[in-house]
């Protein structure tokens, strides 16, 4: 569906961490390297540091080694002020626009009751019936709030077509590892990346104990 | 009255969304056609998602199919920061006075006591007489806040009238059907647009009905 | 000491609106009329409306109609965002430049203790002197918020001299005649503008006979 | 260390004062005199008022009188809008390099358990080693908020080395003088810059006076 395109994937911090657990997962696995940070002055004002080594806090867009016509972006933070928002993802998507991309597609999350694990919303009209032959079902009535629902939204002003995935989640854990499984399998069979998503399974264990615990501990 | 102007109807969601309802029953009774979008970095940063369609918020700024020398302002909503406010309206003028507008008409809500069920103001102070001859009362006292407020105020620094239209609510609801239909005769009243208002008595009967419900809430 | 000088008297909204009331009398003594109205994004979004007559918000820049040399600035309100506050006192103090102004003075409270019913500060170290010359105490510590502030305190960023002269005031009233009279008595003095005070004693009475009303009140 | 290169040593206001209590200490004891102030729309709309002088909210770079290679910053406030703080960051910067500097060395606070008195970041890994055989200890994980992370973080991208030095502290004081005296005597074995920290034992004594009878208040 996405062959003769080139396609950004955006994961950027939101509810659960769902888009940018994948958008990290995904960098990883395709051995990314970071072709341009991208600043704002909306992002919390402070470095972060590990190790001693200060960062600014920022967002990267990145490249697979060896995957040609993908690009990742993912970062540290949402802008803190809206205004920041459209700015920054105004940059990105001109930024995106240089470098030949057609089609962004944003990881999000979806609060809510669904029997879907995975929902989309396309800004393309013609898009719609694609996505849902690839066992995509659409969202009927929403809003996709923050970064990830501006790149997407805002993709048609700079000539790129915006799709946006949305994982169903609870809304109630800081990061919800299951959602963002649920969100690389639908990349995964969209784009055909051959992902090894069994790396994820001892940090899902992980979450299932502290779940089990947290749950325990409404007994007490 | 109007006669020999080019006047542009504006009605931004407000308090009991009144201007917005007779904005966009304006836009469907006039079979009106987008001829410019507005966006603004003070809306709200999400895009509204419907059968899978995903739509950045904006305004729209229509073209009525038959009628002439009129045009309609409607929106998703209003910016959220003063400033923005301020830029967007200026830019909207700036594009009405390029399309040859002379008058700008906005519609909101005037919440208090008042036994007319639609008050007026106006930027030129030789027109509230005229407005008073055509059964417009005109607002003593007050402030007009808002993108409907800003339009008709700053109308003048474009070389533009401002005009604006209030309907009395009780500022209880979130959507006052009934003030939105007062701004739709009175404005039917001046500019002779042959409006059907009996279209909107079914979603009239339903507002009451639910006025009767909640009613109905309080005693339990 | 002011003879040789160009002045021009601000007083904006502020705490018992002591500044706007004293600027806006000498406005109306010297029969003043705009040479300049000044508009901020800064302010409430709003129109008000006086007779079905709707004014945006904003500042004026006025002239006497005989006294040369001085000029009188007030304006509805202060921008409600800092960096507008800075933004738009630069644009005023580029006017006054422009108008060939050499010294601001503006008008503003203080609250808090002190016997001296009107206290001075300036920008210029060797002027403090000359004003306590004058009967005005310099205050010896303490910040100025707000516009009245800032046009005194960036006025040497625009080669004027700054002068703020503060009323003592509780800061318990929405209006504080006395202190603004205090302030019109100092300006008076200053300049010799023969001001009839006297006009403001029917204002007066009735603020006394409030104040006792509402000490009446304490006892029920 | 440091011998090669042209410092910048920053302290602006901060958790405990910290930063600005021992960058005001450094300009006192290097007899500094200033070579550009800097202002900021986000630092509090206000005139500091002393003696009857005003001056507007600012801050300083400042020339060591015999020293040479070395400048201090410091400052009244930082700005209170993120935005602002970005832009002035960068406008100091940008004055840095102009200046020739090429290390930023910012003085912060560290609110937390450390049996260390001082951590040291900085934003060339190859320099972290470095900081440690000064043995300035490195901090493992964590965030620098405001001007003093920013300037830091930020260096990079003006051609700059950045390293921030905090100094542990409770944070439930406003100022910490113990704090700060630490700070200075990490700078004073960096830099060699012979300083008296003797003359601060005054100050300290009273703190410690005022911290008792703090204690004593809470048997009452």
Do not use: C, R, Y
């Given at each position: 569906m996405f062959q003769s395109g080139f396609i950004c994937i955006c994961g950027l911090p939101g509810i659960g961490s769902?888009?940018?657990v994948a958008a990290d997962?995904?960098?990883t696995s395709l051995q990314c390297s970071t072709i341009k940070p991208f600043f704002s002055p909306g992002f919390p004002p402070q470095v972060m540091v590990s190790e001693g080594l200060a960062?600014?806090?920022h967002?990267?867009?990145m490249r697979p080694r060896e995957r040609e016509k993908l690009l990742?972006?993912?970062?540290?933070?949402?802008?803190?002020?809206v205004l920041d928002m459209y700015s920054l993802a105004g940059e990105i998507l001109q930024a995106l626009k240089e470098q030949g991309v057609t089609d962004v597609i944003t990881l999000a999350a979806y609060v809510g009751e669904n029997?879907?694990?995975?929902?989309?919303?396309?800004?393309d009209p013609n898009f719609a019936a694609t996505l849902e032959s690839c066992n995509i079902s659409m969202l009927r009535s929403g809003a996709i709030g923050g970064l990830n629902g501006l790149l997407a939204g805002m993709a048609p002003r700079y000539g790129l077509r915006g799709v946006c995935l949305l994982a169903t989640t609870s809304g109630s854990e800081s990061v919800d590892l299951f959602a963002a499984?649920?969100?690389?399998?639908?990349?995964?069979?969209l784009l055909s990346l051959d992902l090894d998503l069994s790396l994820l399974e001892p940090a899902l264990e992980q979450q299932e104990e502290m779940e089990?615990?947290?749950?325990?501990m409404n007994y007490r």
């Open positions: 769902v888009g940018k997962f995904l960098a960062k600014l806090m967002g990267e867009l990742i972006l993912s970062g540290d933070a949402q802008p803190l002020d029997t879907e694990k995975v929902l989309g919303a396309t800004t499984i649920n969100l690389l399998s639908a990349i995964d069979g089990a615990e947290d749950n325990d």
